[in-house]
């Protein structure tokens, strides 16, 4: 008799251990299973509707020999028999409420997690979305969470935000990741850094193209604590991981944040040099005069630039360009190097001055601000 408390007590914590739940929930399922079993085996036996059960009916598990009686108002009613075709309906229930019990603690356990990154492995893709192995269970990375420029190949290891859990309109959780959220790149600062882990230095803002450029704005209320460089470390090895982890793709700029909006915003548009900032506060505008030679600089490549800076500031950017007084004037360009479309139709360099006045208009309309020359 020993002998069978003992097995029924040990597999009873063995499928609690393996499936991470307890040994309640392991009884409850036991219990759920059983009186659906004896509703389906025996119909005559009025016990109530299956979402309304009478409250005098309850199956006793007896946890330390694993008896099982079927009880109503106190009275044993176990029909003689009630077994092997019960037995594997009664099976098949202990299995699913076993693995919904488990659903629910794995789904617990992440719960706590949301806001942090973890490291995943691609175990397959379908048109839309990429699923992950996180460790107990699979997470689903969505096509807007993705880079654009990478390619999710299976077995690949990656690191993923962990973005939230959501309930399918089947009743389904499922964990959303993301490699393209900004607090992505905050955690991995967060990481790397120790000032950051310590709050010595403070992430006040990051905003992303994934994949293309970032910008990271960055503060430190102690003196003599330099935030940029705590976040590039030595010889840029603190930025360059961080890097890394995106596949070496995208370009962090690190920022030091400044109450003064017109120095931040010049910081903000870096690496170009800035001549001059007008604000309006109330609408939250910037007019931004650089010299043509850091235009380009200033509004990057497809108005990125100047569309992070923007995002990043708050101000609405104008770019106002004016010529470079120490840039060579076209009448001093001697007349062999000057490079017309007049001069031959099919001439590439009538076709590259043609895309570059092509690549200035697509910036100016996908970028918050104007774009003058004066």
């Known amino acids: 008799m020993v002998i069978v408390k003992s097995e029924f007590a040990l597999a009873l914590n063995q499928v609690a ?49 694993g008896e099982t009686q079927i009880l109503k108002d106190g009275e044993n009613i176990t029909p003689p028999g009630f077994g092997r075709i019960a037995a594997q309906t009664a099976r098949q229930v202990i299995i699913q409420k076993i693995r919904e019990a488990e659903k629910k603690t794995v789904i617990s356990h ?24 996180i460790g107990k269970t699979e997470g689903v990375l969505p096509r807007d969470e993705q880079i654009r420029n990478e390619t999710y190949v299976a077995n690949n290891r990656y690191v993923f935000y962990l973005k939230e859990i959501a309930t399918t309109l089947a009743g389904y959780s499922r964990i959303i990741l993301s490699r393209a959220h900004p607090k992505l790149i905050a955690e991995l600062f967060k990481r790397e850094v120790p000032e950051i882990g310590n709050e010595t230095v403070e992430i006040k803002n990051i905003v992303r193209e994934p994949g293309e450029r970032a910008k990271i704005a960055v503060f430190s209320s102690q003196s003599g604590v330099d935030p ?51 604000l309006d506060k109330e609408l939250k505008r910037a007019k931004v005069t650089v010299l043509e030679t850091q235009a380009p ?11 992070l800076a923007a995002r990043l500031t708050g101000y609405e950017i104008d770019i ?46 996908k970028s918050p601000s104007k774009i003058v020359k004066s």
Not at 110 to 130: E, H, K, M, P
Not at 244 to 271: C, H, R, T, V
Not at 321 to 338: F, H, I, R, S
Request: proline share 4%; net charge negative; glycine share 8%.
């Open 17 to 65: 251990s393996e499936r991470g739940i307890t040994v309640s929930d392991v009884i409850e399922s036991m219990q759920a299973a059983i009186l659906a079993a004896f509703r389906k085996e025996h119909p005559e036996i009025s016990i109530g509707e299956e979402d309304d059960v009478d409250p005098g009916v309850e199956v006793k598990i007896d946890q330390k020999t």
């Open 110 to 133: 992440y719960q706590d997690q949301i806001g942090t990154i973890v490291r995943g492995r691609v175990i397959r893709r379908d048109l839309n979305n990429v699923y992950v192995d």
């Open 228 to 278: 940029v460089g705590a976040c590039v470390g030595q010889k840029g090895v603190r930025v360059q991981t961080v890097t890394d982890e995106l596949n070496g793709k995208e370009k962090i700029d690190i920022i030091q944040w400044n109450e003064d909006p017109k120095l931040f915003i010049i910081s903000a548009l870096s690496p170009a040099e800035v001549q001059q900032v007008e």
């Open 297 to 307: 600089l200033a509004i990057g490549k497809g108005g990125a630039n100047v569309n």
């Open 320 to 365: 106002v360009q004016v010529d470079d007084p120490n840039a060579p004037k076209k009448e001093d360009t001697p007349q062999a190097e000057q490079i017309t479309s007049e001069d031959d139709p099919q001439d590439t360099g009538g076709e590259t001055k043609a895309t570059d006045k092509k690549s200035k208009k697509e910036a100016s309309r």
